[in-house]
């Protein structure tokens, strides 16, 4: 492979995944320079989202020892060729035939509207690389039945299922949390400190349904979960509504594989240096100048910096992976739930999930096709739950149940698999950065903190991921920066301006 | 480096935004001086519209430019008009002539509508602007006026289009009132049923109650849609019960939002509208002269035609003189043939009433209607309205202080049975003053309206009715309405404190008027 990559980096990155990016993307903005390698062909790593196609290519690859993408397994629930009637119904061909119409997510994600991520990609003007689609519904399972959840103040007003008394208490609730930790923070709360968030919504006399709601769908909570988690909880939900939609969350068009591609963007903006499909063999440290040597493609190229996803480099370093998410991906040709949350064809539904004892839980995102991610016709439900053991399908057996066996969801496509992750560092690890693999959470925020604290560790006088200037501010070297360039004026302006001075003279005005 | 980013700094930033303010100002100032220069030579041309759209479109709120562009379309409309005139209508032969030729068939019939399609064309022109111009400003009031004003003259005008837009700009701002007021026009003019409007103001109400606009809205459409017969309640009862139910229900969701409280206050009203005609009040005859004394003020009576129907004659009543300076209660020194064995009715415009002869061997006849009359209500809004009030009585145990709820449920009380939960419904009232002392003045001005009310109420079952009326020493009151009730009345008993905070100012009775006369 020919190529004139330079051979000095102040950092390379090694991995394409979502923190990789960011930091990538970080550094980068702050004027290093920055190769950026992923063995894969495609942006993302297990952060990454696929075409139907490709991810069956994907699950059939053989597992490496040191892949983090692990127990793949995947199966089609109809016969390849099936038409009977006049509707047209979903089988492996048809599905198949749109391959390309899918984005199928190994870690989906929802993000709070004002949540860490959003508010990053809002501060380092990212957001202009990707769109959103408001969450239609937070959903809850109550009586064995998924329902909607009222979270702003118009589901409140409309919503059947609460009497008025109930609304007032559900809506006085979550006001008295809004202003938790405020000044005015009511005296009753303090006596609550130490004790658990259930004990202190059972104090404030709701009813059972509303517990339900708080409890499930909008704090997030288990019965163990203590009062300031709890209050801290229901405040992200209540701080991220009203901004976007009904709901305080939102989904990436196209799927969660756009962000890390949003951040590479920005890195390679600023100057960062990209190749896909470029493994790294062996790093060594020289410890005459303190550089890391990386060996790639026969190639050695000298880095002041490594930052590494886990897994990478190869593991006979000795880096030991153990299950760590375990995800089951569906395809249906039927959402779930009835037709009052699926109006006008569905769209982004949230449905946390509680395993019988409350003790487990996991979580169910439903896609349509306004999300980008699938064809006009076909769901998905993304199943992500935190590892027990090798085998994600029994991991997700008791949510499955619940969710599938009493409904009629018709599940064309099913499939399982395992998020893994490093179980310990690699002794020659030590003076490289690893990011921590995908953890399992609804939004960024954790992944947002590991790169937030690499960075910082790499880079500690540097501002992490300042805004990024809109074309119109930059300034070309030689201009001077205060001038008005008439160019810049909108076109009828301009316009205007050229009457004008042609009236000035004709009328002979003085300025 | 070649071309290296280096972004300005904010310093640098501020001149340049400096320097483009100044250079808009000279542009503006420029233009407005050669749309007047062009306005004072009579040139009301396509440069004069050009010019006032660069402005317009910045700022749409010059009532001149606006002007300016009428007058311009104004021109242009006579112009084609001349035009029109001076066109030969083709003569039968000449068409036979052009039939032969295709093409020149075509010229024509283009010719012969080419006027209407060239105003319709300034119309749209014009149109266009506007929706430009409220994009800049939603609220503009002359860019919503420009546009209405363009539709008028449209004979064309496509009124279905214009609820269209209003659907859209709601989308964007559900609470711009001049959306709204401007939905009624256009509603109106495309003959929108008031069903269809209802659905869609429900819609709004759904996304987000917090509007005054759509509650206003269905104020007016109800009483349309659900008439009432008895025109004591704003519409049917069954729809009240529904529109009840569903206010009450923002109002629990969001207790300090006013707007869903207001309409409640409106659907608990009588419905009584505010151009309504006023009713008498209380009337009392005398040989030597009557006193009326009307519900609402009306400067002038004389408008009203009032006559006296007895003893097989018809008086016309025509020398009122006020008594007091709002024109709710008059006097008229005409003197009557009044006879104790013939039965009197009073006419004020189309509303008669039957008078009652003075008891005892007292010369004379009365009337006499309480301001708060009782109201019948079927089985199922009795049952709505306790409902509400229970509702609230439990969100009071949970909330004491909440100010709509107690005032809300005194108005329940009230509407179930204003007599019976008058003492309640005060304490609501002087528990109210403590937790809302802001509005103070408002609670003890209502307290005293109610008080009043009821003790009017009861005025006719006492035994000196109606030479006498009295109120107890320990009623609490601090001001006197409904003053002009007590007209017919000889003599005035009031809690001493009130008595002497009105001082010179107490009603005038008719022993009084006796005197004077």
Redesign the interface.
Known sequence: MSDDLPEQFDLVVIGTGFTESCIAAAASRVGKSVLHLDSNEYYGDVWSSFSMDALCARFDQKTEPHSSLRNAKYTWHTTESESEGDAPTWNRDSVLAKSRRFSLDLCPRILYAAGELVQLLIKSNICRYAEFRAVDHVCMRHNGEIVSVPCSRSDVFNTKTLTIVEKRLLMKFLTACNDYGEDKCNEDSLEFRGRTFLEYLQAQRVTEKISSCVMQAIAMCGPTTSFEEGMQRTQRFLGSLGRYGNTPFLFPMYGCGELPQCFCRLCAVYGGIYCLKRPVDDIALDSNSNEFLLSSAGKTLRAKNVVSAPGYPPVSKGIELKPHISRGLFISSSPLGNEELNKGGGGVNLLRLLDDAGAREAFLIQLSHYTGACPEGLYIFHLTTPALSEDPASDLAVFTSHLFDQSDAQIIFSSYFTIAAQSSKSPAAEHIYYTDPPTYELDYDAAIANARDIFGKLFPEADFLPRAPDPEEIVVDGEDPSALNEHSLPEDLRAQLHDMQQATQEMDIQD | ?????????T???R??KK??QA??V??YR??M??IQ?KREAGELDNEMLSLTV?IL?RNPDVSTLWNIRRECVLEKLSKLKEEEATYETPTDEKLEEEKQTGEEKDKASEKKTLPEDKAHSYFTCELDLTEQCLMVNPKSYNAWHHRSWILEKNPRADWQREVHLCNKYLKFDERNFHTWDYRRYVTEKAMVPAAQELDFCTDKI?????NYSSWHHRSLLLPGLYPNQQRDRPMSEEKLQKELEMV???A????NDSSAWFYQRWLLGSGAQLDRAPRIAAFRLESHGAVLALDKPYPDIKQLRTELVGGEKTVLLNSWLPLDKLGTSWKCQQNFDYQRNSSYSLWLSDQIVNLSPMSGSENGAHYFAPPHGTTTCSKDLLAELQTQLQ?CL??LE??PDSKWTLLTSALLMRAIDFSANHETSLTNLAKLEKVDSLRQGYYKDLAARWTLESELARWPQSAGFPKTFDIADKVLLESLPYGQYLVIADEITLPSKLREKLGDSLPKTFADLKRLS
């Open positions: 480096m070649h071309g290296r980013v280096k972004v300005r700094t310093e640098e930033e001149e340049r320097k483009e250079l808009k000279r542009s420029a233009a001086g050669r220069k660069q479109l759904k996304v987000n109650f917090s009450l229900t923002a629990f969701t969001d207790p509702s439990d969100l949970f909330e």
